[in-house]
């Protein structure tokens, strides 16, 4: 009995490792790797889950919140990963490389210098804080920001409570990568470790661009994840920064300063509320 399971594991395993790249079986050719088929196009109906529509007058409470995901962290690996895209296939890329993709193709448009989304910035504008060329004698070198230097990323989402479903749910509105100044890269009289938010992009417009892109699944190859399931599950971890508040929204480091352990206590004490919130809207 116990070799016929062995036997099934083994195929099952060796099933995944086949069929991890789209089309691996059916391609004619290697252009067809990686590429779904007709069929499978026809038979998937591809697209991310539309959100249901939320009246006003059903939100008895909301409240929204900037958090901090730090891509050093186990968790977060699968939005940093890969950095090299030259052995690599194609349909692989970071979350940063598929933002900047969308970006350049126009299927990304809603592209903004801040989280409340006030002014729009083009590609002209992005280019200027990615790259950045510095004359050097005879030579002109060049900088880049790329996959490996973003090391965190900005989130902007809303917590609010459904009057009709009668719970709590989260609404992702915006994300934003983080990096050094480009402007500080190869000068070593400049030790800059402060991370700059590099643009917004309201989330909803980006959905289908991230839906396309997929992210590596450990456990099972053949059936990847794509990010915008990644991020609307929440499947990261990271740490309220900041809370609409009647200060001006102002960030917990401008009101506990120079202190990391207190800024995070506060930031758990938010946590701890906003999931406290769905118990007291059932106690009557």
Do not use: C
């Not at 090299?84 to 940063?96: E, H, K, M, V, Y």
């Amino acid at each position: 009995m116990k070799k016929h399971i062995y036997i099934a594991i083994v195929a099952l395993l060796t099933t995944g490792y086949v069929s991890a790249q789209a089309n691996l079986l059916n391609a004619k050719s290697v252009d067809e790797i990686g590429k779904k088929s007709k069929e499978r196009k026809a038979a998937d109906n591809d697209a991310p889950l539309a959100y249901g529509y939320i009246d006003d007058r059903d939100i008895l409470w909301s409240k929204v919140v900037w958090e901090y995901v730090d891509l050093n962290q186990k968790i977060n690996l699968p939005y940093y990963f890969p950095i090299d895209t030259a052995n690599i296939s194609t349909d692989r890329r970071s979350l940063f490389d598929t933002l900047l993709k969308g970006i350049k193709s126009g299927k990304i448009k809603d592209v903004y210098s801040d989280s409340f989304f006030t002014s729009k910035v083009t590609e002209k504008d992005i280019k200027e804080k990615l790259v950045n060329t510095r004359q050097n004698g005879d030579y002109v070198d060049t900088f880049n920001i790329q996959t490996r230097d973003i090391e965190a990323y900005m989130i902007k989402g809303m917590w609010y409570f459904d009057k009709r479903g009668g719970e709590l749910k989260y609404r992702l509105l915006g994300l934003a990568p983080m990096g050094k100044d480009v402007l500080t890269l190869g000068v070593q009289e400049i030790d800059d470790d402060e991370l700059y938010e590099l643009f917004w992009i309201f989330y909803p417009t980006a959905r289908e661009v991230l839906h396309d892109a997929k992210v590596f699944n450990p456990k099972n190859a053949s059936n990847p994840i794509s990010y915008d399931h990644l991020l609307n599950a929440r499947r990261f971890n990271s740490v309220i920064v900041r809370e609409e508040n009647i200060y001006g929204n102002r960030k917990i480091s401008d009101y506990i300063r120079g202190n990391s352990l207190f800024q995070l206590l506060e930031a758990q004490k938010i946590k701890d509320n906003i999931r406290n919130k769905e118990m007291d809207m059932w106690n009557y």
